[in-house]
């Protein structure tokens, strides 16, 4: 089974921006579709957003629709969230996911009970 590490969290002024990196070993991305999901204090994980493999479909959620992008370099194994225009509700723990499963479409597949491979997550702050 393969290892994810994120990088990139800190602390930002809403408005401001952030780029997280999530680097595999051990798997590829040709076979794996990996996912961004955060955690805020109290509440449960929920998902971000996804890219496939292959095609690279992505999805996002709602909340950050527009502000956020996700993107991948196959060759450096790494996903990258750009996060843009960001509020203080987007403050959490942002975890890099990795699965196999596949639901039919990328929608479905990103939830979090879909993956069983995870990084050690980095915190995200969106405060004055």
């Known amino acids: 089974q393969g290892q994810l590490v994120e990088f990139g969290g800190g602390l930002v002024q809403p408005g401001g921006s952030l780029r997280l990196s999530c680097v595999a070993s051990g798997l590829s991305l040709d076979f794996y579709n990996i996912g961004w999901f955060r955690q805020a204090p109290g509440k449960e994980r929920e998902a971000v957003s996804c890219?496939?493999?292959?095609?690279?479909?992505?999805y996002y959620a709602d909340s950050v629709k527009d502000r956020f992008t996700i993107s991948r370099d196959i060759a450096k194994r790494t996903v990258y969230l750009q996060m843009n225009t960001l509020k203080p509700e987007d403050t959490g723990v942002y975890y890099c996911?990795?699965?196999?499963?596949?639901?039919?479409?990328?929608?479905?597949?990103?939830?979090?009970?879909?993956?069983?491979?995870w990084g050690q997550g980095t915190q995200v702050t969106v405060s004055s």
């Open positions: 996911g990795a699965t196999s499963a596949w639901l039919g479409t990328i929608e479905p597949t990103c939830a979090t009970r879909y993956f069983p491979t």
């Open positions: 890219i496939s493999n292959g095609r690279g479909d992505t």
